[in-house]
């Protein structure tokens, strides 16, 4: 079994979906503590005039330390239409703008609590539906066990994956140096990374902007593209006996 495991975050960008199509379990790390200038409750879209510009999710203020799982949203309806306004500039030009318009407005009505993480997994759940990626998360505060002597922050994930039984874990590229591979090696499980991803994507009249929310993505490209190009990367990653 390949492992997963990620802050979950609202409508993250396409890399957050090249790894989930690549792994057998995932697990949405929701114990750490929130943090409001992260990606927990923000991305990037295009601004409709130059650049990109952030959409938010606004949640309740919260004593500092409270953990991800813990935190709530301010007002789900109004959140849906300060996203929704953000996104009508891609109207004239972008040709799957009712498509994006549709899975937002999906997204908004799945969750039945008023909590970020309720949230932010029903965006991961409606995008993964329709690029065709299997997506059934764990939340780590709900697995059932403690998880202790974390010496750095790269052993939570060794943790978590020793106690499900993974036979490898899989990160993104860019959290590469807070693992040591020969505790990894000592758990007899493979430590693998995705690549950066490079994709690219007509989006004129606006300049391209690398790596912003899916939802950008998926204004300018099929969901059944975005799905095959991601399926194409999972033929490509390495396998295991056990997969």
Not at 66 to 71: D, E, F, G, Y
Request: net charge neutral; aromatic share 12%.
């Amino acid at each position: 079994m390949k492992l997963g495991i990620m802050q979950p975050y609202p409508f993250p960008y396409i890399g957050y979906f090249e790894l989930m199509a690549q792994v057998d379990q995932w697990v949405a790390f929701d114990i750490v503590q929130y943090n409001r200038r992260s990606w927990m409750n923000r991305n990037r879209i295009l601004h409709p005039t130059c650049g990109w510009q952030y959409f938010c999710i606004p949640v309740q203020k919260m004593p500092h330390g409270t953990a991800l799982s813990a935190i709530r949203l301010v007002a789900r309806g109004e959140a849906e239409r300060r996203l929704l306004a953000q996104f009508q500039h891609y109207r004239r030009h972008a040709p799957h703008f009712h498509g994006v318009i549709d899975l937002v407005r999906d997204t908004f009505s799945r969750p039945d609590t008023d909590t970020l993480v309720g949230l932010n997994l029903a965006s991961l759940a409606a995008v993964a539906e329709r690029l065709g990626i299997s997506f059934a998360p764990q939340r780590c505060s709900q697995l059932g066990f403690t998880i202790d002597d974390v010496e750095h922050a790269g052993q939570w994930a060794l943790r978590i994956a020793a106690r499900l039984g993974a036979k490898a874990y899989l990160n993104p590229p860019g959290g590469r140096d807070i693992f040591h591979p020969e505790e990894w090696a000592a758990k007899e499980i493979a430590l693998e990374f995705t690549e950066m991803n490079d994709l690219r994507y007509d989006c004129s009249p606006y300049a391209f902007e690398p790596n912003l929310s899916i939802l950008d993505v998926l204004m300018w490209c099929s969901p059944n593209d975005i799905g095959t190009y991601l399926r194409h990367l999972r033929s490509e990653a390495p396998r295991h006996e056990s997969d």
